[in-house]
C-alpha cells in the first residue's frame, strides 16, 4: 500500500499526518511529497519512506500511489500562498488514488461540520477512511 502525503509551507501537517500513518499502519509505504524542502524534510523526519520535492515530484508520484491524504488545498490551484500550482492541484484531482482531504480552514475553504472535530481526529479519520478502502480494494482483486 502506498500512500503520498502532500504538504506545503513547513510541512506541519504533513509530519503529523506521516506520524499517525506510521501509527495506525506501519507497513503502508509512506512517499513524502512537499512544494518545498521544509515540508519535504519535516515529513522525513516524521518517519516518512520516501521523498520528493517540488512540481514536477508530486505530478510524476501522486500517478503510481494508491492513496493521497493532505489539507484541502491540494486540489486547490494556488492555494497555500501559491505553492499548489494549477498542475500540482489538477494531477492530484484527476489521479485514480483515493483521496483524503483534511479540511483545515488555512485556503480561505470551510466545510461545515468539520470544526467540531479536533485536527488530530480528522487526521485519524481520514486514515481510517483509506484502510477501509484500499482493503476493499484488494479484496475485489482476489
Do not use: W
Not at 499548489?84 to 461540520?113: D, T
Amino acid at each position: 500500500m502506498k500512500i503520498a502525503v502532500i504538504d506545503a509551507q513547513g510541512g506541519g501537517l504533513g509530519k503529523v499526518i506521516v506520524e499517525r500513518i506510521k501509527q495506525k499502519l506501519p507497513r503502508a509505504e509512506v512517499i513524502a511529497l512537499g512544494t518545498n524542502v521544509i515540508a519535504t524534510n519535516a515529513m522525513l523526519k516524521a518517519g516518512a519512506d520516501k521523498a520528493a520535492t517540488g512540481e514536477n515530484a508530486i505530478v510524476f508520484s501522486v500517478r503510481d500511489v494508491d492513496a493521497i491524504i493532505g489539507g484541502i488545498g491540494i486540489v486547490a490551484a494556488n492555494s497555500m500562498m501559491g505553492e499548489i500550482s494549477p498542475k500540482i492541484a489538477e494531477a492530484i484531482s484527476s489521479s485514480y488514488a483515493v483521496k483524503v482531504l483534511i479540511p483545515i480552514g488555512k485556503c480561505h475553504m470551510f466545510i461545515p461540520g468539520s470544526d467540531s472535530y479536533t485536527i488530530h481526529e480528522l487526521i485519524d479519520m481520514g486514515i481510517s477512511h483509506i484502510t477501509q478502502c484500499l482493503s476493499n480494494s484488494q479484496k475485489g482483486s482476489e
